[in-house]
Structures are given as structure tokens and as C-alpha cells.
């Protein structure tokens, strides 16, 4: 079974270090991600992957993408639609079919497919390696054992 560590890395505002389990206390458990297209029609055309950070949200029913990340990949084909509920309100979003691969170091495990991922805004909300690209929701956690480890700053999943 592959296991990842995650280890939050030391958090500098100005001049003040901050310990790494402040990191996953402000900003959640981010991962590494890659995503593309789940069926790309022109099998002439190079793949396109937009990589970058994806939060882990244990609150959140569905995996969802960033707009500008269905832009990116030119997601053409709607999966159909479906009504979210937030923090920020109710809003109905186009679902497109995508997959994900975690690039993690050492965590070898094949691109999971999404069929259904919302497009939702989420390049406004930042972590340490920047904007996210994605929220990883139970759709996709129910594949793994996810470990939370606030002391320390870490997270640990197991495929």
C-alpha cells in the first residue's frame, strides 16, 4: 500500500518563522496535483495538464476545479450540472470529467477520474505554493486512509 507524508513546510511572514503545524492550521492540507482532461476528444492534440495545489477538504462532497483550470485544459463537454452548497451560498456549477494524479514523491498510484468535478472559483484562495487549482472532496478521499496530524504539521495518506 503506498503511504505519502506531508510535511508542511516552515511558514515566513516577514521576518518571523512560524512552525509548520501553524501552516496547516491557517492554510488546511494542500497537496501537489496534476489534472487533465479525463477523455480528451482530439487524440491529436498534445494532453494538457495544469499542476498546482489541491486542498484537501473532508467537508466537501464532490472533487471541484477551478474555472480558470477548465479554461486552461478547454473542458468542452459538461458532465451535466450540479447544485452546490458553501460557506458562500447555493450556486449551480457545469461538472466536467477530469482526472487527477497526486504528485507526491514516491506515491505512485495511478490518475484517479472524476467524472463529475464541479467548475468553482478557487484561484482567489492562496496557500504557501500559491492559488489552488482544486479541493479534493470524500468523492475522491473514499479511495484512501487519511491521517490529519495538527501537532506536527503533517498529514499522511495511504492508497
Known sequence: MPVAKISYPVLRIGEVSLPGHI???VYGPWIPVSISALNQL????????VEGAALIDTGATYTCIDDCVCSQLDLQLSSGKIEMNGIGGQAECLCYPVQVQFAIKD???PPLPVYRAPNVKLHSISTVSGSLIALIGRDLLAHFK???DGRRGSIEIAY
Open 23 to 25: 501552516d496547516i492550521k
Open 42 to 49: 482530439d487524440k491529436n492534440k498534445e494532453p494538457v495538464t
Open 107 to 109: 506515491f505512485n498510484i
Open 146 to 148: 487519511f491521517t490529519y
